[in-house]
């Protein structure tokens, strides 16, 4: 399966990160991918979590998921990206990924679980976690994909949620904040949550500069199989499903797995 990661930095202009998403899609489908991954925060961004956030949220049926939605129609693709959801608190939003299949369907939502509350941020004042740690997968060409987001990628348990319930390929977007050894914990890090499940990893960040931008495809055996500049930037690639399987083959940690 091909698919491309749209590596933006968005901002708080709605409207024009849909029309830069919407570009990149039909870069996409002209690529002959079949899905789209946008970063974590992609249609409202900047570099602090703030009340604005809130005010940019909207509900899971409101303008911005159904412009996802024409976006995947009019270009034939599956479309993964994250978003600001109101939640039932009038203070905390909701930090979500949907993903909207080739005909408009939503066919996932993922409200983030672990909130980066960290090195001077604060993501809970404004954003709500998810109430449900169920893992959140979906299906494409017979392939299951997994979602999760940014900071989860700290927390192992949350990709093996995932492969548990049968993901292939963990689609990770993040908005990493720059930081002092941060690049090298988000290498260290997509890498690792690919060979602990057996599964691809593929997680878009946003660019810079509120972002490190190096949005990586990770191999079931932890290899890099593509990766991103620092700012800007569209990748294109063919998942090897295959390798998942040998993978798995030589190393069936799910079945030895005692703890």
């Given at each position: 399966m091909r698919?491309?990661l ?12 849909l ?11 002209a690529?002959g991918?079949?899905l789209v991954?946008?970063p974590?925060?992609?249609t409202?961004?900047k570099?602090?979590?703030?009340g604005?956030?809130v005010?940019?949220a ?7 998921v159904?412009?996802?939605a ?5 270009h ?10 109101t939640?039932?608190?009038p203070?905390?939003?909701?930090n979500t ?14 409200r ?19 109430p449900?740690?169920a893992?959140?997968?979906f299906?494409?060409d ?8 940014c900071?989860?990628l700290?927390?192992p348990?949350?990709?093996q949620?995932l492969r548990?319930a ?12 720059p930081?002092a050894?941060?690049?090298?914990q ?5 890498r ?6 057996g599964?691809i990893?593929?997680a ?9 931008g190096r ?11 593509g ?16 390798a ?16």
């Open positions: 698919v491309t749209g590596q933006l930095a968005s901002g708080t202009d709605t409207p024009v990160s029309a830069r998403m919407d570009a990149v899609a039909a870069a996409a489908s690529a991918s079949r991954v946008f974590e925060y992609a409202y961004e570099s602090r979590v703030d604005s956030f005010a940019a909207q509900p899971l049926d409101g303008s911005v159904q412009a996802l024409g976006m995947a129609r009019r034939g693709v599956t479309v993964v990206a994250g978003i600001v959801e939640s039932d608190e203070d905390r939003a909701y990924i949907v993903a909207l299949d080739d005909g408009g369907d939503l066919v996932a939502a993922y983030k679980i672990h909130l980066f509350d960290s090195r001077g941020f604060h993501e809970s004042g404004h954003i709500k976690p998810a449900d740690v893992p959140v997968t299906r494409r017979g392939t299951v994909f997994g979602l999760l987001t900071y989860d700290r927390f348990g949350v990709a949620s548990d049968g993901a292939q390929v963990v689609l990770a977007p993040s908005s990493w904040v930081g050894g941060k690049a090298d988000w290498d260290l890090l997509t690792a949550r690919a060979l602990d499940n599964v990893v593929v878009v960040s946003q660019a810079e500069p509120v972002s490190i949005s990586v495809v990770a191999g079931p055996l932890g290899e890099v199989i990766r991103c500049g620092a700012g800007e930037d569209l990748l294109t690639v063919d998942l090897p499903l295959d998942v399987r040998d993978a798995r083959s030589q190393f069936p940690l799910q079945a030895q797995r005692r703890v």
